[in-house]
Protein backbone atom coordinates (compact mmCIF):
# COMPACT_ATOMS: atom_id res chain seq x y z
CA UNK A 1 0.00 0.00 0.00
CA UNK A 2 1.32 3.28 -1.09
CA UNK A 3 1.33 5.95 1.82
CA UNK A 4 1.21 9.71 0.84
CA UNK A 5 2.49 11.52 3.85
CA UNK A 6 2.69 15.54 3.42
CA UNK A 7 5.14 17.38 5.83
CA UNK A 8 4.33 20.41 7.62
CA UNK A 9 6.64 23.29 7.35
CA UNK A 10 6.54 26.29 9.63
CA UNK A 11 7.34 29.50 7.92
CA UNK A 12 8.25 32.19 10.72
CA UNK A 13 6.66 35.57 10.29
CA UNK A 14 9.08 37.91 8.37
CA UNK A 15 10.32 40.21 11.10
CA UNK A 16 11.82 36.99 12.81
CA UNK A 17 13.68 35.23 9.73
CA UNK A 18 16.79 37.68 11.11
CA UNK A 19 16.87 35.87 13.91
CA UNK A 20 18.60 32.27 14.53
CA UNK A 21 15.63 30.24 15.83
CA UNK A 22 17.95 28.32 17.82
CA UNK A 23 18.60 31.35 20.04
CA UNK A 24 15.71 32.85 20.17
CA UNK A 25 13.54 32.25 23.78
CA UNK A 26 10.58 33.70 25.20
CA UNK A 27 13.21 35.93 27.91
CA UNK A 28 15.17 37.42 24.82
CA UNK A 29 11.69 38.47 22.75
CA UNK A 30 10.46 40.21 25.77
CA UNK A 31 13.26 41.98 26.25
CA UNK A 32 12.94 43.50 22.64
CA UNK A 33 9.74 45.07 23.87
CA UNK A 34 12.13 46.92 26.70
CA UNK A 35 15.00 48.07 24.66
CA UNK A 36 14.57 51.51 22.81
CA UNK A 37 16.39 50.87 19.98
CA UNK A 38 14.50 47.73 19.09
CA UNK A 39 11.69 47.55 16.42
CA UNK A 40 9.83 45.98 19.20
CA UNK A 41 9.72 49.04 21.43
CA UNK A 42 6.70 49.57 23.38
CA UNK A 43 6.83 52.54 25.33
CA UNK A 44 5.00 52.69 28.88
CA UNK A 45 1.32 53.10 28.52
CA UNK A 46 1.78 52.44 24.25
CA UNK A 47 -0.40 49.67 22.88
CA UNK A 48 1.09 47.43 20.30
CA UNK A 49 2.23 46.39 18.11
CA UNK A 50 4.07 49.22 16.68
CA UNK A 51 4.99 47.27 13.40
CA UNK A 52 2.93 48.69 10.11
CA UNK A 53 2.66 45.31 8.88
CA UNK A 54 0.37 45.21 12.05
CA UNK A 55 -2.02 47.73 12.54
CA UNK A 56 -3.60 48.16 15.76
CA UNK A 57 -6.38 46.42 16.47
CA UNK A 58 -10.00 48.28 16.48
CA UNK A 59 -12.44 47.48 18.82
CA UNK A 60 -15.18 47.32 16.41
CA UNK A 61 -16.09 43.84 17.37
CA UNK A 62 -16.88 45.50 20.96
CA UNK A 63 -18.62 48.33 19.33
CA UNK A 64 -20.86 46.55 17.09
CA UNK A 65 -21.89 43.99 20.48
CA UNK A 66 -22.67 47.34 22.07
CA UNK A 67 -24.88 48.57 19.20
CA UNK A 68 -26.93 45.00 19.09
CA UNK A 69 -27.08 44.80 22.86
CA UNK A 70 -28.63 48.22 22.70
CA UNK A 71 -31.02 47.94 19.44
CA UNK A 72 -32.23 44.39 21.20
CA UNK A 73 -33.13 46.29 24.64
CA UNK A 74 -34.76 49.17 22.11
CA UNK A 75 -36.52 46.43 20.53
CA UNK A 76 -37.53 45.05 23.68
CA UNK A 77 -38.77 48.29 25.12
CA UNK A 78 -41.18 48.61 22.28
CA UNK A 79 -42.72 45.57 22.51
CA UNK A 80 -43.24 45.96 26.16
CA UNK A 81 -44.63 49.62 25.71
CA UNK A 82 -46.93 48.45 22.99
CA UNK A 83 -48.20 45.39 25.28
CA UNK A 84 -48.72 47.83 28.11
CA UNK A 85 -50.69 50.43 26.26
CA UNK A 86 -53.08 47.27 25.17
CA UNK A 87 -53.43 46.32 28.61
CA UNK A 88 -51.35 42.98 28.48
CA UNK A 89 -50.15 41.82 32.13
CA UNK A 90 -46.77 42.30 32.48
CA UNK A 91 -46.15 39.29 34.74
CA UNK A 92 -47.17 37.51 31.80
CA UNK A 93 -44.12 38.88 29.23
CA UNK A 94 -42.37 35.59 28.12
CA UNK A 95 -39.72 36.27 25.07
CA UNK A 96 -39.25 33.62 22.39
CA UNK A 97 -36.26 33.32 20.29
CA UNK A 98 -37.12 32.17 17.01
CA UNK A 99 -34.56 29.29 16.23
CA UNK A 100 -33.49 28.07 13.07
CA UNK A 101 -34.85 24.50 13.37
CA UNK A 102 -38.28 26.12 13.71
CA UNK A 103 -38.84 27.11 10.58
CA UNK A 104 -40.64 24.43 7.69
CA UNK A 105 -40.02 24.05 4.39
CA UNK A 106 -41.59 27.32 3.36
CA UNK A 107 -38.97 28.93 5.69
CA UNK A 108 -41.35 30.48 8.33
CA UNK A 109 -42.34 29.82 11.41
CA UNK A 110 -44.57 26.63 11.42
CA UNK A 111 -48.01 27.70 12.82
CA UNK A 112 -49.27 24.77 14.50
CA UNK A 113 -46.26 21.97 14.84
CA UNK A 114 -43.65 24.55 15.95
CA UNK A 115 -44.71 27.61 16.49
CA UNK A 116 -47.15 29.91 18.29
CA UNK A 117 -49.50 26.77 20.15
CA UNK A 118 -46.15 26.03 21.66
CA UNK A 119 -45.05 29.26 22.35
CA UNK A 120 -48.74 30.56 23.37
CA UNK A 121 -48.45 27.42 26.17
CA UNK A 122 -44.98 28.69 27.36
CA UNK A 123 -46.14 32.16 27.88
CA UNK A 124 -49.49 31.21 29.59
CA UNK A 125 -47.56 28.92 32.23
CA UNK A 126 -45.06 31.38 32.57
CA UNK A 127 -47.30 34.19 33.62
CA UNK A 128 -49.25 31.45 36.05
CA UNK A 129 -46.13 30.62 37.89
CA UNK A 130 -45.88 34.23 38.12
CA UNK A 131 -49.69 34.46 39.69
CA UNK A 132 -48.98 31.94 41.71
CA UNK A 133 -45.62 32.95 43.77
CA UNK A 134 -48.23 35.41 45.69
CA UNK A 135 -50.17 32.42 47.12
CA UNK A 136 -49.08 31.01 50.58
CA UNK A 137 -46.65 28.48 49.73
CA UNK A 138 -49.20 25.91 51.45
CA UNK A 139 -51.56 27.13 49.01
CA UNK A 140 -49.24 26.33 46.22
CA UNK A 141 -49.44 22.70 45.51
CA UNK A 142 -53.45 21.67 46.39
CA UNK A 143 -55.30 20.78 43.48
CA UNK A 144 -57.59 23.09 42.10
CA UNK A 145 -55.86 25.19 38.83
CA UNK A 146 -56.76 26.28 35.43
CA UNK A 147 -57.10 23.62 32.10
CA UNK A 148 -57.57 24.92 28.78
CA UNK A 149 -60.99 23.89 27.29
CA UNK A 150 -60.55 26.09 23.85
CA UNK A 151 -58.17 28.16 21.88
CA UNK A 152 -58.20 30.22 18.61
CA UNK A 153 -55.00 31.96 16.68
CA UNK A 154 -55.35 34.65 14.20
CA UNK A 155 -52.51 34.87 12.14
CA UNK A 156 -50.98 38.06 10.98
CA UNK A 157 -47.84 37.87 9.48
CA UNK A 158 -45.27 34.86 8.81
CA UNK A 159 -42.47 34.83 11.39
CA UNK A 160 -38.98 33.98 10.00
CA UNK A 161 -35.47 33.78 11.36
CA UNK A 162 -33.77 35.23 12.88
CA UNK A 163 -36.46 37.50 15.42
CA UNK A 164 -38.16 37.20 18.69
CA UNK A 165 -41.48 37.61 19.81
CA UNK A 166 -42.61 38.93 22.89
CA UNK A 167 -45.91 36.70 24.11
CA UNK A 168 -48.34 38.50 26.12
CA UNK A 169 -51.78 37.64 27.77
CA UNK A 170 -54.45 39.52 29.67
CA UNK A 171 -57.64 37.83 31.69
CA UNK A 172 -60.82 39.06 30.95
CA UNK A 173 -64.55 38.27 31.86
CA UNK A 174 -63.97 36.67 34.98
CA UNK A 175 -66.78 34.13 35.75
CA UNK A 176 -67.50 31.46 38.61
CA UNK A 177 -65.65 28.43 36.93
CA UNK A 178 -64.06 29.93 33.80
CA UNK A 179 -62.47 32.91 32.30
CA UNK A 180 -61.08 34.18 29.09
CA UNK A 181 -57.14 34.82 27.89
CA UNK A 182 -56.51 37.60 24.93
CA UNK A 183 -52.98 37.01 23.77
CA UNK A 184 -50.55 38.87 21.45
CA UNK A 185 -47.49 37.73 19.92
CA UNK A 186 -45.48 40.75 18.92
CA UNK A 187 -42.33 40.67 16.18
CA UNK A 188 -39.53 42.81 17.57
CA UNK A 189 -37.90 42.50 13.99
CA UNK A 190 -41.08 43.90 12.20
CA UNK A 191 -42.37 45.67 15.32
CA UNK A 192 -45.73 44.52 14.83
CA UNK A 193 -48.36 42.08 16.16
CA UNK A 194 -48.07 38.97 14.12
CA UNK A 195 -50.53 36.87 15.78
CA UNK A 196 -53.49 37.76 17.80
CA UNK A 197 -54.98 34.60 20.00
CA UNK A 198 -58.42 33.96 22.80
CA UNK A 199 -58.08 31.04 25.00
CA UNK A 200 -61.20 29.74 27.50
CA UNK A 201 -59.47 28.40 30.81
CA UNK A 202 -61.62 26.35 32.99
CA UNK A 203 -61.44 26.05 36.96
CA UNK A 204 -60.13 22.08 37.66
CA UNK A 205 -60.25 20.08 40.48
CA UNK A 206 -57.12 17.88 39.53
CA UNK A 207 -58.15 15.81 42.62
CA UNK A 208 -61.72 15.08 42.20
CA UNK A 209 -61.32 15.39 38.47
CA UNK A 210 -64.41 17.93 37.47
CA UNK A 211 -64.75 21.52 36.86
CA UNK A 212 -65.08 23.93 39.90
CA UNK A 213 -65.69 27.03 40.96
CA UNK A 214 -62.17 29.92 40.78
CA UNK A 215 -60.45 29.49 44.69
CA UNK A 216 -60.98 33.06 46.06
CA UNK A 217 -57.29 33.63 46.77
CA UNK A 218 -56.37 33.16 42.86
CA UNK A 219 -59.68 34.48 41.80
CA UNK A 220 -58.71 37.93 43.65
CA UNK A 221 -55.21 37.66 42.22
CA UNK A 222 -56.79 37.84 38.61
CA UNK A 223 -59.14 40.54 39.69
CA UNK A 224 -56.49 42.78 40.40
CA UNK A 225 -54.18 41.73 37.99
CA UNK A 226 -57.03 42.93 35.46
CA UNK A 227 -57.85 46.53 37.16
CA UNK A 228 -53.96 47.14 36.54
CA UNK A 229 -54.02 46.43 33.33
CA UNK A 230 -56.59 48.94 32.57
CA UNK A 231 -55.77 51.17 34.64
CA UNK A 232 -52.03 51.58 32.85
CA UNK A 233 -53.58 51.17 29.50
CA UNK A 234 -55.97 54.14 30.03
CA UNK A 235 -52.66 55.83 31.62
CA UNK A 236 -50.76 55.61 28.95
CA UNK A 237 -53.18 56.38 26.52
CA UNK A 238 -53.49 59.94 27.95
CA UNK A 239 -50.02 60.90 27.50
Not at 56 to 74: C, I, Y
Not at 123 to 148: Q, T
Request: with cysteine.
Amino acid sequence: MLTLRRRLVFTPPQYLRRYNSSSVTVESLQALFKQPSSRFYLAPGEKGPSDAEFPLPTNDSGLKAAAFEQEGHSQRQKAEQHALSHGFDPLSFWEQRICWGDLDSFQHLNNVRYGKFRFIESGRMKYFEELAKSLAPERARRGKSIILKGISVNFKHPVVYPDTLLISHKAHSLESTRFHLSISMYSHAQEAVVATSESICVWYDYDALKKCDAPGDLSAILHERVKLGEATKQSMSMQ
